[in-house]
């Protein structure tokens, strides 16, 4: 499986638009070479960089398995998105402490062998994370980087 977006690249500076210093939208995201026997995907981005612990910037969960992307701005929808560690549902972008260095944002594409996740409304990123466990059946990465 293949996870890519049109807004950066592999290790490749998440541009200020889809950051604290922008407006802070989600960006787009593709995947392509998904398994046959795929029935959902769930999309974490997280920041293992952040001080103290992973700091989760998004969950999406219970994606279709016939969806292909999510557009640009895709988190405003607020259809089963967890609650990220901002403490809100959605997408919260890059937005690390000033002069700490460069931080690395994994957004990671998961297919699962289930159609639905059975989490509940409001649940955070760690715990989806937590739900999808046994049911993987493959992942993309993507990593962006941002520093200010």
Not at 20 to 43: H, Q, Y
Not at 105 to 110: N, S, T
């Amino acid at each position: 499986m293949r996870l890519t977006s049109s807004a950066f690249g592999e290790n490749v500076r998440i541009p200020d638009r889809y950051t604290c210093e922008g407006i802070d939208v989600s960006p787009p995201l593709a995947w392509s070479d998904v398994p046959a026997k795929t029935r959902s995907f769930v999309l974490i981005c997280s920041d293992p960089d952040a001080l103290g612990k992973v700091f989760h910037h998004w969950g999406v969960y219970n994606i279709p398995a016939t969806a292909t992307h999510l557009p640009e701005n895709w988190a405003s929808s607020g259809r089963q998105q967890a609650v990220n560690d901002f403490g809100r549902a959605g997408y919260g972008g890059p937005c690390p402490p000033e002069g700490l260095g460069t931080h690395h944002y994994h957004f990671v594409l998961y297919a699962l062998d289930m159609a639905e996740l059975p989490v509940r409304q409001g649940a955070s990123c760690a715990a989806v994370h937590r739900a999808l466990k046994n049911h993987v059946i493959a992942t993309a990465e993507l990593i962006g980087i941002f520093a200010r």
